[in-house]
């Protein structure tokens, strides 16, 4: 997603796929060529980047989509032409897995390096009822497979620990006029809203918050808000963020580095690490399978690379420690629980402080 209103999501992710590639160099003497096209963070946009993609011939994996709502269509037309796609973002359990079962929208050669929001849900969800002592909470989703499957796991999750989820609702993501819900979620008697959404939506809810007489309640925004152009917002200021944690560690540090030599600041939202691992997580498995002739052409076999990622185990990234399971998700997840507050100005002073890391073999996840 490299336009709209959740451009800086996709822009991060492709600057550290430039990375990567520049690492790599080249692939057994031959040039890696970039074709990137925008996933527009909606179905309609994943589809056609997809179909756009899989035409070419040349084209040996996919990197992405940015949302899961562009991932559930790209992820099927991927597999159909047998091709191999990681995703550095895609978190909604539908495209790989829920409680151990398959998730409704999985596709064989669909992986990604990002959690899984059965994680995610979990977190917020404990951070909420044990840490913030509440015991009644709302939650607004928009409809897409990322935001509706984050809320359902926060509000399953906050319910098995004893809160009350006092409303369940759900905006359009065009939607500008948020009064009504939030009316709704202040009767409701909620002390606090977690709204795992993304933006523009977002910043109209935490604008109009205030309008309809939320003063002591709590608002909660999720991964899909953990981006500079929200935090800047000022009725952002005290909000949480659930969301993965700043990696630790020698390779994330020089990948932070080569990201401001080349882009002249620092990353700019979440998943950029996580995009790098997935580049490199595929030219890995591409090394294992590739035959090369004796004039150096090179022979790609598509089962054998889905087959070679998929048997991932243990890749040093710099997101952590890798290993893919049988419904693609190869993630170490990290899941920490941030807040913006006055002296914070970017996503990464947010990102910096975190206040509770979410422990999930102690959960049971």
């Known amino acids: 997603a490299i336009s709209g209103d959740t451009a800086s999501l996709g822009e991060d992710q492709v600057r550290a796929i430039e990375i990567a590639i520049d690492d790599l160099g080249d692939f057994r003497g031959h040039p890696i060529e970039l074709s990137s096209e925008d996933g527009e963070c909606e179905a309609e946009g994943g589809t056609t980047a997809a179909q756009a993609l899989v035409s070419n011939p040349q084209i040996v994996g996919i990197i992405g989509t940015s949302c899961s709502g562009a991932g559930v269509p790209a992820s099927e037309i991927m597999s159909e ?3 191999t796609m990681i995703s550095g973002s895609n978190t909604s359990p539908a495209l790989t897995s829920l409680l151990g079962e398959e998730g409704e929208a999985y596709n064989p050669g669909y992986f990604r390096t990002a959690h ?3 994680i995610q849900g979990a977190a917020a969800a404990t951070y909420v009822f044990e840490e913030l002592d509440i015991s009644e909470a709302a939650s607004i989703h928009d409809g897409d497979p990322y935001t509706q499957g984050l809320a359902s796991v926060f509000d399953s999750s906050f319910e098995e620990l004893g809160g009350t ?11 500008t006029d948020m009064r009504p819900v939030l009316t709704e979620v202040e009767a409701s008697g909620a002390q606090l809203l977690f709204f795992p959404i993304f933006q523009p939506a977002g910043d109209f809810i935490a604008r109009q ?14 991964d ?16 949480y963020f659930s969301g993965p944690g700043t990696p630790t560690g020698d390779a994330y540090t020089e990948f932070v580095s080569k990201y401001e030599e080349a882009f002249g600041e620092r990353p700019i939202q979440a998943f950029h690490g996580h995009s790098y691992d997935a580049v ?4 890995q498995a ?10 150096g052409t090179l022979h790609i076999d598509r089962q054998e690379l889905r087959d070679a990622v998929a048997a991932t185990e243990g890749f040093e990234g710099t997101t952590g420690m890798l290993t893919c399971d049988e419904f693609g998700d ?18 990464d002073q947010v990102r910096g402080d975190p206040l509770f890391t979410f422990d999930e073999e102690a959960a049971g996840l």
Not at 224 to 239: C, K, R
């Open 286 to 295: 591409l090394e294992e399978i590739v035959v090369e002739d004796d004039d």
């Open 116 to 118: 899984n929001d059965e």
């Open 224 to 239: 899909g808000l953990l981006s500079d152009t929200f935090v800047e917002i000022p009725e952002t200021e005290g909000m």
């Open 330 to 347: 190869c993630a170490d997840p990290n899941i920490q629980v941030f807040q913006n507050t006055e002296e914070k100005e970017t996503i």
């Open 209 to 222: 918050a205030g309008d309809v007489g939320f003063d002591d309640q709590i608002l909660m925004g999720a």
């Open 81 to 83: 032409a047998g091709l």
């Open 280 to 283: 490199n997580i595929l030219f």
């Open 165 to 175: 989820i006092t409303l369940s609702s759900a905006v359009s993501p065009d939607q």
